[in-house]
Every structure is written in C-alpha cells, then in structure tokens.
C-alpha cells in the first residue's frame, strides 16, 4: 500500500530534491502583461526583472488540465491514490477550483482518489509541509498515517519574508493594504517582517536586516517549542542574505532538515527581487 504526493509548484522545491522525495509537483501559471508563462519557463532574474520594469503580474494558479495530467501520472505507482496539498496564498486560490474539478474526473474515468487539502500556508512553508509528508510516504505510511502527519505539521508550520525596501509592494498596488492592516504604521523607515500565509502582512518592523532576521528567527523558535524542525530558505535574487539566514537558523533552531531555495512568483511577484525568507514545520513524529 502507498500513497503518491502532490503539490504545486509554488513549493520552489528544484527538481532533484522533488524526484528524491518522490513528489509531484502541477506547475502554476502566471501572466506578465499579454503573456502567459507556466512556472519555470523563465530563469528569476527574467522574472523580477520584468517585475521591477512594471509587467502588471497576474497569478492564474493551475489549470484542471495540468492537475488531471499529474494526478494520472503520480498514480501510476501508488494503490492507495493521492493526497494532494493546494496553495492557498491570495484572497481566492483558483488552483483549489481547478484542482477539485480535476479530482472528480479522475476519479469518475480512471477510478484514481485524489484528497485535496487546502492547507493555510504557502511557498517555504508548504515546501517544509511537503517535505514532512513525503518522508511519512516514503517511510510506508498509509493515506491515513499521512494525512494524520499532515494535520500534526501544519499546526507548526508558518513561514517569515524580510524585504530590503518596500518597492516591490508599492509597485503591485499593494502597499496601502499591508500598512493599513500592520498595526506598526509606515513600512518606509525600518526592515519590515512579514508573515505570509494567505496574505502578505507585516507584523515587526526592525532597524536592519540583522535585527529583522533575529526577530524572524525568534518567531519561529517560538512556534517550533524547540521541536526538530524542517527549514526552508527562500529568495529572490539574493543569495547572501539567504545564506546568512541559514546560518543562524542552523545555529538557534533545532534542525531536523534545511535547503535553500529560490522564491518563486507566488510570493517573489509582491515582495520583488532582493526578499528573503524562511519557511518551517515541525519535523512529523512518525
């Protein structure tokens, strides 16, 4: 008996790492003006370079077709169908819609079970979440022992983002948003932190990189209770300060895993080049 893994592709997991681990991943869709791009047909420097040039970005999420095609292949070597985990970063997540009707013709014409968890986490968190399941997969569990691994994760999982500046918000109209929902006021003086579950919101505002990446790193110790934890660095086009934050992050927190990974355009596309992040959960107890 196994279960097949499935997410999407905002998880920013590289390839190997996803093959390793045995997961499947649809890949998101996203429009820069006219055009329209699946996730990874651009490098990150085309990507935030058109950001930064004011390419309005439209997140369009999953279509049906690409959901049904990775279900039917991921099912392939799995009797015990699919546990399938769906973005759910945005005021609606589209690819939730698609990846539901998709379900149900897979089921209806190839009698393959898709589980669709629309967990409240997004990018390095949702990859940490991956991670801690697949590892549940891999080690024989059943669909029912995953989806417990799943719940036990999540209620640890969280994920922080630290930006230079504030650009890249202002440029997606998204600016006036945050900082009337903050609750710290003006995000120009200071290295904000941002939470981003569903939504961008900044909860602390430091006086530098440093001290924002001590605040983030004493949130998630806070979370995490000590536990061993899977971490995942994140950025966009900036790879000291990623490094620098997995070095402290493997120095303050309990470290069961850690990688490092480029953000990809659900994130990256409000933050702009130059963010950086980290992305956990608890490591599952099985």
């Known amino acids: 008996m196994s279960v097949a893994i499935v997410c999407d592709s905002s998880v920013d997991l590289p390839a190997a790492l996803l093959a390793e681990r045995g997961l499947s991943t649809a890949r998101v869709g996203y429009s820069l003006g006219a055009t329209y791009y699946s996730q ?57 819609d698609s990846a539901e009707f998709a379900s149900r013709r897979v089921e209806h014409f190839h009698e393959i079970e898709v589980r669709i968890h629309q967990t409240p986490r997004s990018t390095a968190a949702q990859a940490a979440i991956a991670l801690a399941i697949a590892r549940v997969a891999q080690q024989g569990g059943d669909r029912a022992t995953v989806e417990q691994a799943l719940d036990e994760v999540t209620n640890s999982a969280d994920i922080f983002m630290l930006a230079p500046d504030v650009d890249g918000l202002d440029r997606a109209g998204e600016l006036a948003a ?109």
């Open 178 to 286: 945050v900082q009337s929902q903050s609750g710290i006021g003006s995000l120009d003086f200071g290295v904000p932190v941002f939470r981003a579950r569903d939504r961008i919101k900044a909860v602390e505002l430091a006086d530098g990189e440093e001290q924002a990446e001590d605040a983030l790193l004493g949130r998630a110790s806070d979370i995490l209770g000590g536990q061993p934890a899977i971490l995942v660095v994140t950025h966009a086009l900036a790879p000291e300060a990623a490094e620098r934050l997995r070095g402290k992050a493997a120095s303050r927190l309990n470290v069961d895993e850690m990688h490092v990974t480029e953000l990809g355009p659900t994130v990256g596309g409000l933050l702009g080049a130059g963010a950086w992040g980290l992305g956990f959960c608890q490591a599952p107890s099985a």
């Open 40 to 96: 990874g047909e651009q490098s990150a420097a085309e990507f935030y370079d058109a950001i930064s040039r004011g390419e309005r970005l439209v997140l369009n999420g999953v279509t049906s077709e690409d959901w049904e095609a990775i279900f039917e292949s991921a099912a392939a070597d799995h009797d015990e169908g699919i546990v399938c985990l769906c973005q759910a970063f945005g005021s609606s997540s589209p690819s939730f």
